[in-house]
């Protein structure tokens, strides 16, 4: 009884539970196309919530779930299915290693009844098949009209938890790895990388963070790339040819990044669809690498991005995220920091956080104004003293010099290069440099400051 034909419905017909058995097989099959031949990987969570305070006491539960198993079979707990929950001490043995946990139902049997009749849902323990329901109707009322109640009894679907050991001998059943375990220290926990099969990336928190994280990725080289975007620049004759490769991967990162932000936005898409996109994005930039083709491979034939594999998406993850860490590495070789000094009482000043002083990071300071370069640097190197916030005072009143700073004709290898801008080193190796680290603020003094000069603290490492 496939119900792969349709039931011939005649006047006459002595109904019997065969015939709407057959016709809700029928409406089955017609959804196989729909399944087999539309998006690929239809199958998994949409939505999963486990109740992680649960596992404290060694018990595994659900709090929420929305499935579609290989079949097509659609369930929803609580909705349509029974699911209680199953404690695995005594079966996790092997502490050391990380415990995976299926979900599975019952296959429909030909052969045998597939329903089992309790007096209560709260009599399950032993049911193995794949439905289940109670022995008392549902009082259903007309939602047409005013006709009376009827009973009724609805089926369920009687879900089941299994351990990593049992599921390879459920040829009966549908299943599908649902959650992983793992220990840190007496704490168990649930595992950060591991994501069951989805038919959305709704159904993953774990791949709804790396989506988003991947996502920020590209939109920061995208924000840090932008520097090299400014037409004006293009249409000058001292224009750096040099940094055109940089305006090439701005484009291209900017026809993937409002991608991935609307794919992180619609919970509802298909993680076929984001690795796919994904994979796009590794052939687009790998046009700026030597070191990888197309799909990921290395000329010395290394392992290229796997092939999506809707068992373990977090193995495919990782390595898409990993290799286009890799490959924006090899494009973006821009400042490590930046921050912009405000005029604050007659001073240019900032806050500098602690990481910015790393023992392979050069600091530059960058002037922008639309003044006469020559003389804006005439007056700078007279004039301006650099210091902090506490020390700079003193400098002036004592005509002290401040923190050196060394005039580069050129912007540093990693800035762009602009009109209307100066560029100097700043020297590092000085006492009044160490006050700069030590109390973590700069500030900037120049006596003949132009209007609308822009200073900034770029760091690059070396």
């Known amino acids: 009884m496939e119900g792969k034909k349709p039931i011939f419905w005649h006047q006459g017909l002595f109904l019997q539970p065969q015939h709407l058995q057959l016709a809700d097989l029928h409406a089955r099959f017609l959804q196989k196309p729909v399944l087999e031949l539309g998006l690929p990987h239809f199958w998994g969570a949409g939505d999963l919530e486990i109740a992680k305070s649960s596992l404290a006491n060694r018990v595994f539960e659900i709090a929420r779930a929305r499935l ?44 045998e009844k597939n329903v089992t009749v309790v007096k209560t849902y709260d009599d399950v323990a032993g049911v193995s098949t794949r439905f289940v329901t109670t022995a008392d109707p549902e009082e259903v009322r007309d939602i047409y009209g005013d006709g009376p109640d009827a009973q009724v009894k609805s089926l369920n679907y009687m879900l089941k938890i299994f351990w990593e050991g049992e599921w390879r001998h459920l040829d009966d059943y549908e299943t599908m790895p649902i959650a992983r375990l793992e220990r840190d220290g007496e704490a168990i926990k649930l595992s950060e990388k591991f994501i069951p099969p989805c038919f959305a990336v709704s159904g993953s928190d774990v791949l709804l963070r790396m989506v988003k994280e991947i996502r920020d990725e590209i939109a920061g080289r995208t924000r840090q790339l932008e520097e090299y975007k400014s037409p004006r620049e293009m249409q000058k004759a001292e224009f750096d040819a040099s940094y055109m490769v940089y305006l090439l991967a701005l484009r291209s990162l900017n ?120 003389a804006a640097l005439r007056s700078f190197l007279a004039e301006a003293k650099l210091g902090t916030r506490d020390t700079l005072p003193v400098l002036i009143s004592r005509a002290l010099p401040g923190v050196e700073l060394i005039h580069m004709p050129v912007a540093p290898q990693g800035l762009p290069r602009r009109s209307y801008s100066l560029y100097f080193r700043i020297e590092q190796l000085s006492d009044q440099w160490e006050f700069v680290e030590k109390q973590g603020n700069v500030a900037l003094y120049w006596s003949g400051v132009p209007d609308d000069l822009v200073a900034e603290i770029v760091v690059l490492r070396r």
């Open 68 to 111: 579609v198993f290989r079949d097509g079979t659609y369930v929803e707990f609580p909705g349509n299915a029974i699911l209680s929950s199953r404690s695995f001490e005594g079966a996790w043995t092997e502490g050391d290693k990380p415990f995976t946990i299926y979900l599975g139902v019952k296959k429909l049997n030909q052969q």
């Open 255 to 374: 026809r993937y990044a409002p991608l991935f932000f609307h794919y992180s936005e619609a919970r509802q898409v298909h993680p076929w669809l984001v690795y796919g996109a994904l994979r796009q994005l590794i052939g687009e930039l790998s046009s700026f690498s030597e070191r990888y083709n197309m799909l990921g491979e290395t000329a010395d034939g290394g392992p290229m991005l796997p092939p999506y594999d809707h068992d373990d998406l977090g193995k495919c993850l990782l390595a898409a995220s990993a290799l286009i860490t890799q490959l924006l590495n090899e494009i973006t070789i821009g400042p490590e920091f930046l921050v912009r000094l405000e005029l604050q009482g007659g001073y240019y000043t900032a806050d500098l956080p602690r990481n910015f002083f790393g023992a392979r990071n050069r600091f530059y300071l960058v002037l922008r104004t639309e003044a006469d370069s020559d």
